[in-house]
């Protein structure tokens, strides 16, 4: 019987994260993608804007795969702050023409996370952004392998 990942708790999932990045069997990797997807819906859960929602789900899961990376609990404290001083948008489109310097978007491409990005969100809401800045979200989703959205 599958499991349902909107009943366990945000703990339950970051377990779940936990046992698939640990094991060998050959459906984790789909189960740790399912899970992270879902937690990255539960973080944008207080935002009734897509977009918006989309970007706060970006962060957590930056912060969670930073943990798996390093193994320290580092929040994404300039990325917040960015956010709370010019708006989700603001810095939505910094980070897809590159304006940043955070390693986020490798990091989540890294876990096979790539339309969790920021960019990717940038990319799939094109009326939403400047032209120049869908054009670079794009252009680096391509450079990464992770397939562009319609």
């Not at 640990?22 to 740790?32: G, I």
């Not at 702050?81 to 939505?92: L, Q, Y």
């Not at 978007?105 to 800045?133: H, K, M, W, Y």
Request: proline letters at 5%; aromatic letters at 6%; glycine letters at 8%.
């Amino acid at each position: 019987m599958p499991i349902d990942l909107t009943k366990l708790t945000d703990a339950q999932l970051e377990t779940l994260m936990n046992n698939a990045q640990a094991s060998t069997k050959p459906e984790a990797p789909a189960l740790y993608r399912a899970a992270a997807v879902e937690l990255f819906h539960r973080r944008g859960s207080d935002y009734t804007d897509p977009v918006i929602a989309g970007c706060w789900g970006a962060i957590a899961l930056l912060d969670r795969c930073r943990y798996e990376k390093t193994g320290k609990h580092l929040k994404s404290n300039y990325s917040v702050r960015s956010m709370r001083r010019n708006g989700e948008i603001a810095f939505m489109t910094d980070c897809a023409r590159g304006k940043t310097q955070g390693t986020g978007f490798v990091l989540l491409v890294e876990a096979g996370l790539g339309p969790q990005t920021v960019e990717f969100i940038v990319a799939s809401n094109p009326d939403r952004f400047p032209v120049d800045a869908v054009a670079a979200a794009r252009t680096r989703l391509a450079e990464h392998g992770v397939a562009l959205p319609n």
